[in-house]
């Protein structure tokens, strides 16, 4: 039998909570619009195409089953709260983990207040378990998913503009060396080292296998704010060869890059500039056409893309990020996962082959790393003899920001004076295990 994680289930006064099936489509993707749009005289009915795209059946990894609904059966059955989850696999430093995404968390005005969302993130969080899954990630507003667990510890989102009108910016040139060409599903093996490119330097990122490739390239509603425009660069000879990629649209007064990644031995700088160029042209063409007028490109790529290198000071004062919340439940065993790349970071560092125990103190949690000559033999639980009893202090979450490098040591001393070293080789070792990194992950949507 089927393993419904305990759903359906009763929630008292009508309310039932459940699985979501193919028939509540529409009447969700109605729901997920009424709920999330934060203006109800301008609804935004991407929300509607991207439910629909998630329940239809022919996303690689979710579909209507993998929704919750909370039904009120005294109001005709109206769906009132409502999630879902959709899994993905993502790298870290190369190492692939499964990783559940839930999204599209919302509950109707009337019935906030009464447990809905706990009680769906417990379904969903025992799905996300079973299939293996060692980490939760979610995008949303402040605060509100500490109270699941979750703690802010990866970049989201952030980038650098490029203003057309900022002296020095817009050279025109007579002859192009590029042309830009729309990618189709064929291309998804020409894209895949391309997408390495872009993720150079990246600790964390997404994985793409053939399915997802397919999917992305061809499945999505054009409207979905999940669906992605990619463009192959080629050069401008009889016989084209691709030198790079390119995802975007047109979001706002620029022109918005998701992705861009560049062949090994072609120049980040010259693809970058004609880039800029080729926007130009197509804002011109905008203007012309409704008489809307665009400022340049924004590059939404993180902290630390290649691009900003090689564009340097044309570019406008980085923006930050936000972040996304990370769910760890099993640490020493996400540990373990990735002891590969602790590894390798210890062994091109001061501490090769670095033998010891260093215990580290969650105040509620506790375990300790067995190093033997440079590897990471045991993540065990120890027992504190009292509250500050340990190497290295992390309260709360804090602890994932320095795994999924958002913030070093020092940072997190800065702002909580509870989180400290007892001693100068914990510190070493801890700075060389997690350095600060940026991570620019494009989630499955």
């Not at 910016?169 to 998804?188: C, G, S």
């Not at 649209?249 to 072609?266: D, I």
């Not at 905008?286 to 993180?302: D, T």
């Not at 930050?320 to 390798?344: G, M, S, T």
Request: glycine residues 8%.
């Amino acid at each position: 039998m089927q393993n419904e994680f305990g759903l359906p289930q009763n929630l008292g006064d009508g309310l039932i909570l459940r699985w979501a099936t193919p028939a509540d489509t529409e009447a969700l993707s109605e729901f997920n619009v009424r709920i999330h749009s934060d203006d109800p005289e301008t609804p935004e009915t991407w929300l509607a195409e991207w439910t629909a795209d998630l329940m239809r059946g022919d996303h690689p990894t979710t579909n209507a089953s993998d929704f919750t609904v909370v039904v009120d059966e005294n109001a005709d059955g109206k769906i009132v709260s409502s999630m879902n989850l959709i899994s993905q696999t993502w790298l870290y430093d190369g190492i692939p983990f499964a990783v559940g995404r839930p999204e599209l968390v919302g509950t109707d005005p009337d019935y906030r207040r009464r447990g809905l969302v706990r009680e769906q993130f417990t379904a969903v969080h025992a799905k996300s378990a079973a299939r293996q899954e060692m980490v939760q990630a979610i995008t949303g507003i402040p605060w509100y998913y500490r109270m699941f667990g979750y703690g802010m510890a990866l970049d989201l989102g952030g980038g650098r503009d490029f203003l057309w009108d900022r002296p020095g910016n817009y050279k025109p040139v007579e002859e192009e060396p590029y042309q830009v060409r729309p990618a189709v599903e064929a291309d998804w093996p020409l894209l895949e080292p391309l997408y390495e490119a872009h993720n150079r330097g990246c600790l964390v990122a997404r994985k793409r296998d053939e399915a997802a490739w397919r999917y992305e390239l061809t499945i999505p509603h054009p409207d979905s704010m999940y669906s992605r425009s990619f463009y192959v660069v080629e050069t401008a000879v009889s016989s084209p060869e691709p030198v790079a990629y390119v995802e975007y649209r047109q979001f706002g007064k620029s022109y918005y890059v998701r992705e861009l990644g560049v062949a090994p031995g072609h120049s980040w700088r010259a693809v970058g500039l004609f880039l800029t160029r080729y926007f130009k042209k197509l804002a011109d063409e905008l203007k012309e056409k409704e008489e809307k007028q665009l400022r340049g490109v924004y590059f939404g790529l993180g902290q630390g893309h290649a691009i900003y290198g090689a564009l340097g000071r044309q570019l406008e004062e980085q923006r930050r990020p936000y972040a996304w919340y990370i769910r760890v439940p099993d640490l020493p065993a996400f540990l373990h996962h990735i002891a590969p790349a602790l590894e390798k970071q210890l062994a091109n560092s001061v501490l090769a082959g670095h033998s010891g125990t260093t215990k580290v103190n969650l105040y509620q949690q506790q375990f300790s790393l067995v190093f033997e000559n440079g590897q990471l033999k045991e993540v065990s639980t120890y027992e504190p003899k009292f509250m500050e009893d340990g190497d290295i202090h992390l309260p709360g979450t804090t602890i994932l920001q320095l795994i999924f490098g958002q913030a070093s040591l020092d940072d997190l001393n800065a702002v909580h004076a509870d989180c400290f070293t007892q001693n100068t080789e914990a510190a070493v070792l801890f700075n060389i295990l997690f350095p600060k990194r940026p991570s620019w992950v494009i989630p499955m949507g």
